[in-house]
């Protein structure tokens, strides 16, 4: 089974900071991965798919990149409706799914 | 617009059953794979079961198999999940999902709880 490691596990930042978040999956995945954003108590939002494809209506300040293991989610400018929790979500063990265990990102 | 309702979800005791639905609408339902993805009380994601659109192929984590059966009407735009010898971990939000590789749509989620 292919494992999803997402670091940090929680990060504080502030409005207009750059924030990345770090993905690592146990084996080669080639572009198989997306990223979700999660609110408390609502569903997740897909962002980005295959690594570094923006999803429609996304903002732009969001971009993904990496292949194989290393992928990376960037919030450029930091606003104040992006605090929530991220995941990483592979799809390169199709039909399984494995999702990272999320990165909240908190006021500072 | 898409929409995905889930229902059915609650409290059950162990070893219970329960059978989730998923209302989908704002799509042609036929033509996407769908998914149960759920969360465990402030706990990550974890798929649960997915589906091929005519309901020929199905696919579960091994924590579910044997237990959990999904399922799909494409006449009436509905996804099921028939949960059976429910235990306590299997307590979480219940989301429907809609698309192949990386789910797009989600619904808002019903929460099932297994208690005695």
Known sequence: DIQMTQSPSSVSASVGDRVTITCRASQGISSWLAWYQQKPGKAPKLLIYAASSLQSGVPSRFSGSGS???????????????????YCQQANSFPALTFGGGTKVEIK | ?????????????????????????GFTFSSYWMSWVR?????????????????????????VKGRFTISRDNAKNSLYLQMNSLRAEDTAVYYCARGRL???????????????
């Open chain 1, 68 to 86: 194989g293991t290393d992928f990376t989610l960037t919030i450029s400018s930091l606003q104040p409706e992006d605090f929530a929790t991220y």
């Open chain 2, 1 to 25: 617009e898409v929409q995905l309702v889930e229902s059915g979800g609650g409290l059950v005791q162990p070893g219970g059953s329960l059978r989730l639905s998923c209302a989908a609408s």
């Open chain 2, 39 to 63: 969360q465990a009380p402030g706990k990550g994601l974890e798929w649960v079961a997915n589906i091929k659109q005519d309901g020929s192929e199905k696919y579960y984590v091994d924590s």
């Open chain 2, 102 to 116: 990386f789910p797009m749509d989600w619904g808002q989620g019903t929460l099932v709880t297994v208690s005695s």
